[in-house]
């Protein structure tokens, strides 16, 4: 920091003094170039563009296709063989891209839905039978809210800081076609 004060103080002195004005120009040109680079398009610190957040956007539409899919499951068998299934059989049943396209089309901003698709397959366990999956499959099996499985699922993970309020859900939002 200190010789490049001692250079601006030097340039200052130069361009104050009566030197020739082949100095003067010189200078002139140099801090001409200098402001000209430092105004630059990229030289100045660009407006970030607001972040896509997946992880957490992804793990609450997860939860939220988990509860929808184990409420309409019409095959006679027990919530417990519904939700195992769900949870084994995860990439043709809740992580692929028709699913995760209905919640990606109603964010703001709008997700990329095979991105999705990769979150949700690092979100839903995948061996009902992991210790790490049993708080979820109790919680689906003793036919909890989805509220208290994304709690879970999303909020106690670490996933999401906090749930989506009614209006912020986006299976909430129609969308226009």
């Known amino acids: 920091l200190k010789p490049l004060l001692h250079k601006l103080v ?19 040109l140099w801090l001409s170039v200098a402001a000209l680079v430092c105004l630059q398009p990229g030289a100045v610190a660009k407006e970030k563009k607001p972040r896509k957040e997946y992880l957490c956007a992804t ?4 939860a939220h296709l988990l509860v929808k899919l184990r409420k309409s499951d019409k095959s006679g068998n027990t919530t417990s063989e519904i939700v195992k299934d769900l949870i084994s059989s995860k990439e043709t049943k809740l992580c692929n891209e028709d699913e995760m396209k209905f919640y990606a089309d109603r964010l703001e901003p709008k997700l990329d839905a095979a991105k999705m698709v990769i979150k949700c397959k690092d979100i839903v366990p995948d ?7 049993s708080d979820i499959l109790n919680a689906m099996v003793a036919k909890k809210p989805r ?3 994304a709690k879970i699922l999303c909020v106690d993970s670490g996933r999401c800081d906090r749930l989506w309020t009614k209006e912020e859900e986006p299976w909430q939002k129609k969308i226009e076609l």
């Open 59 to 62: 793990c609450q539409s997860v």
């Open 127 to 133: 061996n009902p039978n992991y210790k790490s999956a």
């Open 10 to 28: 030097l340039a200052g002195r130069l361009f104050a003094r009566p030197a020739s004005r082949t100095m003067r120009a010189n200078l002139c």
């Open 147 to 149: 509220s208290e499985v």
